[in-house]
């Protein structure tokens, strides 16, 4: 007679523990996939307003919409970086302002050659990135409160250092205001400012994801305390993120030259607000350790989106900003209810 085998009896306490509902079974997709509740809340958007009014999606307007948001995206892969690291940065559009100044009188007004102002711009960004990250670091000072202080302190120096004055862009080389030429793309015409924030992305995204300091910034957001215990040097990431942040705000600054043709000490002062919606609504979490550029990318995106199409619709602008704050209001509360999925 052959021996058979019997499977294991069945556990119904196990059994009764993994059953979960098709809600939390959505919540732990959605934990696992960051940028797939922006992504939704984007497509649905252009086809509510596209229905709404043929005029949206005309491919004037989509190159409209991707020109308006090539700045603040540029601002919000910093942003993210930051946030990545359960920190904040309220300094980011002065120190894009700033930046933007010293490229512009540098080259103006001295002389200098238009790639060696750009260089002096990227100098700028990343020292004021550093003092950030200084004040974080060497002085334990909480994010909000160190940046809210270097936010005045930037913009009291890009007005100091340019007196109130704009710089026009035909008083500047041409190279400071390449940013703002378009170039046709399947019917909608892109700015090189646009590629180069599209740029910034694909490097943020590759460092993020495929290098040991991507991991780390993740795992410091996560957990600090876990991971200095894991040899992490806590403080070395902080400082190369801030450092990182700057650079990518001399980006920005001189996208927002090509943008604008122009230099302005006066502009700048609510992206750095516009910045952090668009990290919120991409799925990045404001405690840190959770997100990714692309979700970033796709809030900048939603937040353009929705102001353009309530602008079609014949809103005031104070609606558009009601509705841009209640995205942020539904963003948060949304990644609240997320970060409690069973693990």
Known sequence: MSATTTAPPADPAAEFLDRRSPLERARGVLHRYPALSPAIVLVLSVVVFGMLNERFLAPANLSLITQQVAVVGTLAVAQTLIILTAGIDLSVGS??????MVVA???SGSGVPAALALLIGLATGVACGGLNGLLVTRLSLPPFIATLGTFSVFTAL?????HGATVRGGDMPALLTWTGTTIPVGGVRVSTGVMLMLAAYLVAAYALSRTAWGKHVYAVGDDKEAARLSGISINRVLISVYLAAGAILALAAWIQIGRANAASPNVGVDMN?????AVVIGGTSL???RGT????LLGALIVGVFRNGLSLAGLDVLYQTLAVGILVIVAVSLDQ???KVRR
């Open 337 to 339: 209810w997320i970060r």
């Open 287 to 289: 405690f840190g350790g």
């Open 273 to 277: 607000l516009d910045s952090i919606t």
């Open 158 to 162: 890009a007005l100091l250092y340019s």
């Open 293 to 296: 550029v692309w979700g970033t």
């Open 105 to 107: 009188q540098v080259a």
């Open 95 to 100: 120190v894009m302002v700033l930046s933007s």
